[in-house]
Structure formats: C-alpha cells, structure tokens
C-alpha cells in the first residue's frame, strides 16, 4: 500500500486527470463501479490469504520458540550459578 501512495505522490495533478479520462473513455461511466467492485474483492482476497500464511507460520513456529526460550531460561541459571 505504501508503494502505492509513492507512486501517486509522484504525479501531478494533470498527470492525474488524464489517467482518469483514460478511464472513462475506455470503460464508460457505468462500467467503473463493476471494476471497483472487481478489483476491491481482488485485493481483500489477497489481504485474507497473507493474513493465513502469516497465522501458519506463526503456529508452527510456536514451538520452536518455546522451546528456544526454554533453553534461554536453562543458559541463563547455569551461567547464574557460576
């Protein structure tokens, strides 16, 4: 999201206008809306399958860092009695 809000910093406002015209021309006024449509449900699919991957790797890495911590907190006594 951020790359984009960069690229649109980047334009002027005629710039703007143009691509907007463009738009129009090429998909009319009533076909705008089904596009936004289109494209809205596009990106909160992608949003919800990253969203799963990321939950995925976070449950099977649970144990591995606990684990991690385990041995921290073991380290951590040892080094506590010398």
Request: glycine share 20%.
């Given at each position: 999201m951020n790359t984009l809000l960069i690229l649109f910093l980047n334009l002027?406002?005629?710039e703007l206008v143009m691509i907007v015209?463009?738009?129009?021309?090429?998909f009319g006024?009533?076909?705008i809306p089904g596009i936004a449509k289109t494209l809205g449900k596009?990106?909160?699919e992608?949003?919800?399958?990253?969203d799963g991957i990321q939950r995925d790797i976070?449950?099977?890495?649970k144990g591995i860092t606990?684990?991690?911590n385990e041995q921290?907190?073991?380290v951590k006594k040892e080094i506590e009695k010398e």
């Open positions: 002027g406002g005629g015209l463009v738009i129009l021309v090429l006024g009533k076909g596009g990106l909160r992608f949003k919800n399958a990253t976070r449950e099977s890495t606990e684990e991690v921290i907190k073991e």
